[in-house]
C-alpha cells in the first residue's frame, strides 16, 4: 500500500518493534484504525529520519541549530520523540538502528561507528532536556485555550532545544495551532539582547575588536586596488595586530570568495574578515605605528580569485541550461587556486553533460562578455532576473553582478572585468557528496590548466583556451586507449601462462570414486576460473577442483564428465561459501578457508 511497506524501510521498521511494546500493522492500510495509524506513524517517522539522517552524517553534516545542521538535529528529535510515543523505555535507541541503515542501503557505504556515535551524543543531549521541556509545555497547555504563546514555544526552543516544527506538532495532535511566522521576529530580538553579551564566529575569539560597537569602515575595492587610510582602531592579541581602517580596498572572506592578500605600510596582511557590524578588519603579523597608511592588494591573487569566482557564476548557468531550473547553488567555495561548486540532482549525471556544462562556460569566456555591477534595491533587482541563494539574507539595498542577460546574481563579491580574461575552464574533479549533492571542482587560466594537464602525465601541445580542453581530451583518449591495450596484453599473457604451467604439470588423484584434479592454492584469486577451465577442456574425463586462499576462499568445479555444481555445493557447505554455476562450471567464494 505504502513505500514504508517495502524492503527499504521494513527491516528498520522491525528492528523499531523490537525495542517497543508496540506492532507495525499494514493491514491497517484498510482497517483505517485511528490508534493503530498514530502507531504507525510514529513508526515510519523513524524509519523514515533515521535514513536521512544516517546519511547526511555520513556526508560530514553534524547537528547544530543553523542551516543543514538543524534540519539534521530536528529529525533525530521528532525520531526521538516518536520512540517515547511508542514505549521505547532505553534513554538512546535510534542509533542502534545504523546498522541496519547500512544493510538496506549497502550501495551506500556508512561508517556505522562513526554516524552511531553522533547520533547518540544528540539523544543523550535531548533526552536530558525533554522532560523538563515536556513538563513545561503541558503546564502552559493546562492554562491555554485556541492559539498558543508563541513566547513559550520560542523558550522551547532556545532552553530544551525542542525544534519549533516539533512543539507546531505537538499542539496540532491536541488540536491547537501556533503562528509559526513569529519566529524570525523572536530569533531576532534574541540575537540584539545576545549582542555585546556573547559573540560568535571568528569574534568570539578576538577580544580586542569588542572595542569596536558600530559600523566605521568602508570597502572600495571594487575599482581601487591601493588607496591611503586612516588608522581607527588598532589592538593587538596572541601576537597579532588587528587594524581598523576608515577605508579599505582589501576583501574580506565572505559570500564564497576568500579573502585579499596584500600589505598596509610594506607589512604582509594574513587575513581580513567583517565583525559583525560589518567593519574589515586586517589581521598582521606586524605592528605598525602610523596612523595613516597605505593599503595596497596582492594584484595577482586578486585577479586568480576572481576569475575563480565569475567562473562560478558561469558554471551556475550552465548547470541550469543542461540540467533544468531546478538545480541550485548549495555552497560555492573560490580561492586563488580553484572554484568549488555544490548542487542538487535526482542521479549522477553522464560525463558527456559534465563536458557539455564545461564547453558553455569556455564559450561564454570567448564572447568575451563585459562584467557589469548594479546597485539597486531587491525588488528592482528580482525585476532584473536576479538569482538568490538559499539561506541568504538580502537587505532592501543589494549589489549585482551582471554578465549576460541570464547572468544576472546577488553578489558582494569581487568579479573579473571581462570573460576574457578568464582565459579558460577546465572541470577537474566532479564528485557525489551523498543525499543526491554533486560537487564540482574547477581551475581557471592557461598557467593552471597547462600545469594541472601536466600533472596528470599528459602531453599536449603549447595551446591556449577551448583549444587546450579540447587537446587534452584527445590525448587523454589516446592515453587511455594506450592503458587499456596494456591490461589485455598482460591478461592474455596471464592466461597463456596459466595454460603453460596447468598443461606442463597435472598429476590426477581420486575424489569420492571420480578421477580428479585438485588444487587450492593457486598463487592468485585471478587464476581460478582460467585454470579451471582450461583443465576442464584439456582432460574431459576428469573433475577439476582449483581455489585461492588469500582473505577468502576462491572456489571453481569444472568438468565435462561430472556434475561440477553438486560437487561444488557440497565443498561450499562446509565452508559457509556462495556462489553458482552449472553442470560444467560453478564458481564462488567462502569466509572459510577449505581443506581437502
Not at 27 to 52: V, W
Not at 226 to 232: H, L, M, Q, R, S
Request: aromatic share 8%; hydrophobic share 40%.
Amino acid at each position: 500500500p505504502t513505500n514504508f511497506d517495502t524492503d527499504l524501510f521494513m527491516p528498520l521498521i522491525n528492528e523499531t518493534e523490537k525495542l517497543t511494546g508496540n506492532t507495525y500493522k499494514k493491514e491497517n492500510y484498510f482497517i483505517k484504525d485511528k490508534e493503530q495509524e498514530k502507531i504507525n506513524k510514529n513508526f515510519r517517522i523513524i524509519a523514515d529520519h533515521i535514513r536521512a539522517v544516517s546519511l547526511a552524517i555520513e556526508d560530514g553534516a553534524k547537528p547544530s541549530n543553523t542551516q543543514r545542521g538543524y534540519i539534521i538535529r530536528r529529525l533525530i528529535r521528532r525520531a526521538y520523540r516518536a520512540g517515547l510515543m511508542l514505549g521505547v523505555k532505553e534513554e538512546t535507541f535510534l542509533n542502534k538502528l545504523v546498522s541496519t541503515v547500512s544493510q538496506v542501503l549497502d550501495v551506500y557505504p556508512i561508517d556505522v561507528e562513526k554516524v552511531s556515535q553522533v547520533i547518540k551524543k544528540e539523544e543523550v543531549a535531548f533526552a536530558k532536556t525533554i522532560k523538563q521541556g515536556e513538563e513545561l509545555l503541558n503546564k502552559e497547555l493546562a492554562n491555554t485555550k485556541g492559539e498558543f504563546d508563541f513566547a513559550v514555544a520560542f523558550k522551547l526552543f532556545e532552553t530544551y532545544g525542542f525544534p519549533i516544527e516539533l512543539t507546531q506538532e505537538i499542539l496540532e495532535e491536541k488540536g491547537m495551532k501556533l503562528d509559526i511566522s513569529q519566529f524570525e521576529k523572536f530569533k531576532e530580538a534574541h540575537a540584539e539582547a545576545s549582542r555585546g553579551k556573547v559573540a560568535t564566529g571568528m569574534d568570539s575569539q578576538i577580544q580586542v575588536i569588542q572595542e569596536v560597537d558600530k559600523l566605521q569602515s568602508e570597502f572600495i575595492g571594487y575599482t581601487n586596488l591601493e588607496t591611503t587610510a586612516k588608522v581607527i582602531f588598532k589592538g593587538t592579541e596572541n601576537n597579532k595586530t588587528y587594524v581598523l581602517l576608515n577605508k579599505t580596498v582589501m576583501y574580506p572572506t565572505g559570500g564564497g570568495q576568500a579573502h585579499d592578500l596584500g600589505t598596509i605600510d610594506g607589512y604582509d596582511v594574513i587575513n581580513v574578515f567583517k565583525d559583525k557590524y560589518g567593519n574589515i578588519w586586517h589581521v598582521l603579523e606586524d605592528d605598525i605605528e602610523s596612523t595613516e597608511v597605505k593599503v595596497e592588494v596582492d594584484q595577482a591573487m586578486r585577479i586568480a580569485k576572481e576569475r575563480n569566482h565569475s567562473a562560478t557564476h558561469m558554471l551556475g548557468y550552465a548547470l541550469r541550461k543542461v540540467f533544468g531550473q531546478q538545480v541550485k547553488q548549495l555552497g560555492s567555495d573560490n580561492n586563488e587556486k580553484r572554484l568549488r561548486f555544490d548542487f542538487p540532482l535526482d542521479k549522477r549525471p553522464d560525463i558527456g553533460l559534465i563536458k557539455d556544462v564545461e564547453e558553455i562556460v569556455n564559450d561564454f569566456i570567448l564572447v568575451d562578455l563585459q562584467r557589469e555591477y548594479i546597485e539597486t534595491t531587491f525588488d528592482k533587482a528580482k525585476a532584473l532576473g536576479a538569482i538568490t541563494l538559499e539561506n541568504e539574507d538580502y537587505g532592501d539595498d543589494v549589489r549585482v553582478v551582471k554578465f549576460h542577460e541570464n547572468i544576472v546574481e546577488f553578489c558582494g563579491g569581487t568579479h573579473i572585468a571581462s570573460t576574457k580574461l578568464i582565459e579558460v575552464f577546465k572541470i577537474t574533479k566532479f564528485e557525489s557528496k551523498g543525499s543526491g549533492v554533486f560537487r564540482i571542482e574547477a581551475i581557471t587560466s592557461h598557467k593552471a590548466v597547462t600545469e594541472w594537464i601536466k600533472e596528470k602525465g599528459i602531453v599536449v601541445p603549447k595551446l591556449q583556451g577551448l583549444a587546450l580542453v579540447e587537446a587534452f581530451y584527445k590525448a587523454q583518449e589516446e592515453k587511455e586507449a594506450e592503458e587499456q591495450k596494456l591490461r589485455e596484453q598482460k591478461k592474455l599473457a596471464k592466461k597463456q601462462a596459466a595454460i603453460v604451467s596447468v598443461d606442463a604439470d597435472v598429476q590426477f588423484t581420486e575424489y569420492k570414486g571420480m578421477k580428479a584434479y585438485i588444487d587450492l592454492n593457486l598463487p592468485n584469486p585471478g587464476l581460478v576460473k582460467v585454470t579451471a577451465v582450461t583443465l576442464r577442456e584439456a582432460h574431459k574425463d576428469a573433475l577439476i577442483i582449483v581455489g585461492a586462499y588469500t582473505d577468502k576462499q576462491m572456489l571453481a568445479v569444472a568438468s565435462n564428465e561430472f556434475n561440477s555444481k553438486e560437487v561444488f555445493d557440497e565443498l561450499m557447505s562446509k565452508v559457509n561459501g556462495k556462489g553458482g554455476g552449472n553442470e560444467n562450471f560453478a564458481m564462488g567464494s567462502a569466509p572459510e578457508k577449505l581443506e581437502l
